[in-house]
Each structure stands twice: as C-alpha cells, then as structure tokens.
C-alpha cells in the first residue's frame, strides 16, 4: 500500500474509528484503577499505566497475524477481564473477600498494564485487520489511542470523584466487554451455537 494514497487514507481513517469506538472501555479501565490513589498520584499512574499498556499494545499489534490463529485467546482474555473488572469494584460494596482497588502506584499501573493488554485484543485485531500488513498505519494507529486514552481516563476520573455510582457503571461496562470477548471467540461459536 502506498504512503498518502486513497487506499492508505482510507485505512488510516478504519484505524482512526476503530481506535475511537474501543478506548472508552480502557479510559473507564484506568480510571477505575487509579480512582484509590492520592490525586497526586492519580495523573502519574495515568500516563505510566498507558505508557505500558500501549508498549504491551505494540507488542501484541506486531504479533496479530499469530493472535488470529489462537483459538480461545478472546475467550481466556474476556474471562481474565471479568475477573478484573469485579476485583475494581468489589472494595466498594463492602464484600472483604476480595481487594479493593488497587491504592498505590504501582498497582494501578500493574493493573492498567494487564487489563488492557487483555481489552486490547480487540483493539490490536481491528486495527492489524484495518492496516492491510502496513507497519505505519499500525503505528500511527498506536499514535492516535494514546491521547484518546489519556483524555478519556482523565475525564473519566474526574466524573466518578463527582458521582461515584459511575464506577459500578465503568464496571458494568468492562463486564460486557468481556462477554462480548468471550461471545466473539471463534472455538466458542459452535457452543454457543453460532457456527
């Protein structure tokens, strides 16, 4: 595909929309996961969490080709995800058989790190899929959910100080998006009687 040809801008804009629809559910992930610490804190795990996240990203983007041919990788990600979406909000409702939210830096950012190297997948398919093998466009992909992430996280963060009922919603929210993981995983499609 050559550079700045309609073939690469219409790729790069697929990239673009795909990046846009799916980081909402990992702003919401980072923003439940820093919710515990000091807000001086909060920005830090913020950047480091998605610095990470986006390193694993690119890690996982250039492996895609492989990534398809895994069977059950959504659905193990998509139980994964379960289980860390009911650990961020399970110290909030008073149940003491599991941890709340992770209160010090390192663990928002470890959890920021797996969470959404786990939610990526989605994010890692798509984009492989939009890029047509092109390495830039995989970049520049990579390049344009960072602020999109950032942003989101931040401003989520800020809604749920204000309103806190919003992190049982950001939690509904990683839940369905691991069902759909796992709903989506083609060695499951026959089960769930989808073949």
Request: net charge neutral; aromatic share 8%; glycine share 12%.
């Given at each position: 595909?050559?550079?700045?040809?309609?073939?690469?801008?219409?790729?790069?804009?697929?990239?673009?929309?795909?990046?846009l629809?799916?980081?909402?559910?990992?702003?919401?992930?980072?923003a439940?996961?820093?919710?515990?610490?000091p807000?001086?804190?909060?920005?830090?795990?913020?950047?480091?969490?998605?610095?990470?996240?986006?390193?694993?990203?690119?890690?996982?983007?250039?492996?895609?080709?492989?990534l398809l041919?895994?069977?059950?990788?959504?659905?193990?990600?998509?139980?994964?995800?379960?289980?860390?979406?009911?650990?961020?909000?399970?110290?909030?409702?008073?149940?003491?058989?599991?941890?709340?939210?992770?209160?010090?830096?390192?663990?928002?950012?470890?959890?920021?790190?797996?969470?959404?190297?786990?939610?990526?997948?989605?994010?890692?398919?798509?984009v492989?899929?939009?890029?047509?093998?092109?390495?830039?466009?995989?970049?520049?992909?990579?390049?344009v959910?960072?602020?999109?992430?950032?942003?989101?996280?931040?401003?989520?963060?800020?809604?749920?100080?204000?309103?806190?009922?919003?992190?049982?919603?950001?939690?509904?929210?990683?839940?369905?998006?691991?069902?759909?993981?796992?709903?989506?995983?083609?060695?499951?499609?026959?089960?769930?009687?989808?073949?």
């Amino acid at each position: 595909m050559e550079f700045f040809s309609p073939a690469w801008w219409s790729a790069l804009l697929a990239i673009i929309l795909i990046d846009l629809v799916l980081a909402g559910d990992n702003a919401i992930l980072i923003a439940l996961a820093a919710r515990a610490l000091p807000p001086a804190l909060q920005k830090r795990a913020i950047a480091w969490g998605t610095v990470g996240a986006i390193a694993i990203r690119s890690l996982m983007t250039l492996g895609a080709v492989w990534l398809l041919k895994v069977p059950g990788l959504l659905a193990v990600g998509g139980a994964a995800l379960l289980w860390i979406a009911w650990g961020l909000v399970a110290g909030d409702g008073g149940d003491e058989t599991h941890a709340p939210p992770p209160a010090t830096l390192a663990g928002a950012m470890k959890t920021i790190i797996v969470a959404d190297a786990l939610m990526g997948i989605d994010n890692v398919l798509g984009v492989a899929g939009a890029a047509h093998g092109s390495f830039s466009l995989v970049l520049i992909g990579l390049l344009v959910s960072v602020p999109i992430v950032v942003f989101g996280s931040t401003t989520v963060l800020r809604l749920m100080d204000r309103w806190p009922w919003l992190g049982k919603a950001g939690a509904a929210v990683l839940a369905f998006t691991a069902l759909k993981m796992i709903w989506d995983d083609p060695l499951l499609q026959g089960w769930l009687g989808r073949a």
